[in-house]
């Protein structure tokens, strides 16, 4: 079963080389999700916090199974969705101001900064700045402070994961 990353919402984009850029980030997405190299990674990961949950008013579990954690992603079950298990995600993406951070999420949106997004050639670190914030919206979780265990919760070693296999890829 192969996910789909689909952008639905592009707010504050304006220009046509924003929209280009959005679409560009999406299609290297959809090749890292479905690739070989991401899942290896995903299965093989020590992941260091595997708290997730699928709604805001459940406590977190551990995931222990890394099969678990794949399944997830690709299933695209968005936490309080009813949307279910449709192997789909849908990107609402919103460029902001005035934050140092590259972006952030609330509820299903991410904001990604504008200072970061007009950068240029960094399609691959938007990809896994979103990935990582996608992986919020479908429930998982780290620590807000730079805690040791935080650079392999599932979100940041997403990013990390996500970077390693474009950069070992021809694909850019
Ligand atoms: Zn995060």
Do not use: C
């Not at 050639?121 to 700045?129: S, V």
């Amino acid at each position: 079963m192969r996910t789909k990353i689909v952008i639905k919402n592009l707010y504050k984009f304006k220009k046509a080389w924003q929209i280009g850029k959005a679409r560009r980030v999406s299609a290297l997405m959809n090749q890292v999700i479905n690739s070989n190299e991401f899942k290896n990674e995903v299965l093989e990961w020590k992941f260091s916090d595997r708290r997730y949950r699928h709604s805001s008013n459940e406590d977190y579990q551990e995931i222990s199974d890394n099969n678990k954690i794949l399944e997830i992603l690709m299933k695209g079950y968005e936490q309080n969705s009813n949307e279910g298990e449709d192997y789909t995600w849908v990107l609402n993406i919103k460029l902001g101001r005035l934050l140092r951070q590259v972006g952030r999420r609330e509820g299903d949106l991410i904001i990604t900064q504008n200072w970061f997004f007009k950068k240029p050639d960094n399609e691959i670190e938007i990809a896994a700045h979103w990935f990582h914030e996608y992986s919020h919206i479908l429930g998982f979780h780290h620590d807000y402070d730079s805690t040791e265990r935080r650079p392999d919760s599932v979100p940041y070693a997403l990013g990390t994961i996500v970077k390693k296999v474009l950069e070992n890829s021809n694909i850019m």
